[in-house]
């Protein structure tokens, strides 16, 4: 029997080099239908043209970078980014790519590859975008605020009309619980977006914190004028603020409206009958703390403060003999008494 590995070897070799020509040519038509297919904004269609293309030549930047870019049209952000990826792996330095994986890792959440990517950006000169407020939000994400606050002023300088730059200022000071900082920048923020109601409800909270009470009414009042729910935490905040400022006629109507939706919340019956209390409603103040009673028998604050009330009506014997077994419940009341305290140290 003869043997011709020579002429094998030519005729494999032959096989071989065809169809890999085959398959670029396949690769190639897939390629130029699925941009023609993006181009018509048929990403659907465009993204099967590039999956086959891929599966003639596998993993090629050029066909993953665009099967990326339809993937990213269609909102698929962690699909895209996966791509891109692969496409990095072959192009490190492909400035497309890399620009998409910093705008993708945001997107995604990927906090620190979002900072990777966007000072790589900075470092190569890549397109034209700001990028400190990217490095900026990641850090804040990460709760790094010593970083964020950095890139926050690099941000600044960059654009100092863009909102959000201000706005994660003043997030950061909150974490830090520096309030009176962190009321400055949300003003800066509100200035450049005047009808971002949520943000105004922050400030407020923040004023409360400080505390400023005037404050805290102005921007709650202006959340409300903008649009923001009147949820019972918003009607709540703002009654305890104009409580605060002893605008009684005003903050005590927000917290009954409260009160109408969790009638057996304890703490809530408490600071009803306090303002009451603190306006010289006594009766009222006495009404309403007897109902914590009847939720809790054993209410040792409650029971001392109707006392203090009937007190402050004029009945100093029923209203001793009350404050007396309150203290005889939490002898710790009698302390206060001594200090013309009430309880909770008001």
């Known amino acids: 029997m003869r043997k011709y590995p020579f002429v094998w070897l030519v005729l494999c070799t ?5 169809s890999i020509a085959q398959n670029a040519d396949s690769a190639a038509f897939y390629h130029q239908k699925g941009v023609a297919e993006q181009q018509a904004r048929r990403y659907r269609e465009a993204e099967k043209n590039f999956a086959k293309a891929d599966q003639f030549a596998p993993n090629t930047a050029v066909t993953l970078i665009e099967w990326g870019n339809v993937l990213t049209a269609q909102n698929r952000y962690m699909e895209a980014r996966e791509k891109f990826l692969k ?17 993708l890792s945001l997107n995604v959440r990927k906090w620190a590859d979002a900072i990777r990517y966007a ?6 000169k890549i397109g034209n975008k700001p990028l400190n407020f990217v490095i900026a939000k990641s850090y804040y994400e990460m709760d790094n605020f010593g970083e964020a606050l950095k890139y926050c002023e690099k941000a600044f300088r960059d654009d100092s009309t863009k909102a959000e730059v201000p706005y994660i200022a003043a997030r950061c000071f909150v974490e830090m619980s520096n309030y009176k900082r962190a009321e400055g920048c949300y003003q800066q923020a509100i200035a450049r977006d005047p009808n971002n109601a949520n943000w105004m409800f922050e400030a407020g909270m923040v004023a409360y914190a400080i505390p400023d009470d005037k404050k805290a009414v102005y921007w709650f009042e202006m959340a409300g004028e903008k649009g923001y729910k009147r949820t019972d935490v918003y009607l709540e905040n703002l009654a305890n603020a104009y409580l605060n400022l002893k605008e009684y006629d005003k903050g005590l109507p927000l917290l009954k409206a409260v009160l109408e939706h969790k009638p057996q919340d304890v703490e809530l019956l408490y600071n009803v009958g306090d303002a009451y209390y603190r306006s010289g409603k006594y009766q009222d103040a006495i009404d309403t703390w ?21 007190q402050k009506k004029g009945d100093k014997q029923k209203g ?11 002898p710790s009341l009698k302390e206060l008494r001594q200090e013309r305290k009430m309880p909770g140290g008001m």
């Open 14 to 18: 032959c096989v071989s080099t065809l």
């Open 87 to 103: 496409a990095e792996a072959k192009e490190p330095d492909n400035p497309v790519v890399i620009e998409n994986l910093a705008t």
């Open 119 to 124: 000072q790589k950006m900075q470092e190569k």
């Open 290 to 310: 007897d109902q914590i009673l009847v939720i809790d028998k054993k209410n040792s604050n409650a029971l001392y403060m109707i006392g203090m009330a009937y």
């Open 320 to 330: 001793e003999q009350l404050c007396n077994q309150a203290i005889g419940m939490d």
